[in-house]
């Protein structure tokens, strides 16, 4: 069974930074695209960034310029470093496995979530 452990999250003033990390475990033998992803309040969960085992990268506009994301195959591990934080930075940040090859099935998976609050 593959599981996704986020750790990172928590309060910070605005224009902090705050560094999220996830761990992917399991039977993995690659994982195509790892990503992570925001939910606001009252809204819908949305992309923030991902990276392909290639290592190219994708970004929203609202974290372009701000937050870098970066992954270590060997881990199986992706980071979000994320600076200049706004309040409309605050939600609920998940980590996102794409196409995991485990040797017997390919398939996506969600981490729990980790909370980030930026508030003064």
């Known amino acids: 069974q593959v599981q996704l452990v986020e750790s990172g999250g928590g309060l910070v003033q605005p224009g902090g930074s705050l560094r999220l990390s996830c761990a992917a475990s399991g039977s993995i033998l690659s994982i195509a695209v790892m990503g992570w992803y925001r939910q606001a309040p009252g809204k819908q969960r949305e992309l923030v960034a991902d990276?392909?085992?290639?290592?190219?990268?994708n970004y929203a506009d609202s974290a372009k310029g701000r937050f870098t994301i970066s992954r270590a195959n060997a881990k199986n591990t992706v980071y979000l470093e994320m600076n200049s934080l706004k309040p409309e930075d605050t939600g609920v940040y998940y980590c996102?496995?794409?196409?995991?090859?485990?040797?017997?099935?390919?398939?996506?998976?969600w981490g729990q979530g980790t909370q980030v609050t930026v508030s003064s």
């Open positions: 996102r496995a794409d196409k995991v090859w485990t040797g017997r099935d390919i398939s996506n998976y």
């Open positions: 990276v392909t085992n290639g290592g190219s990268t």
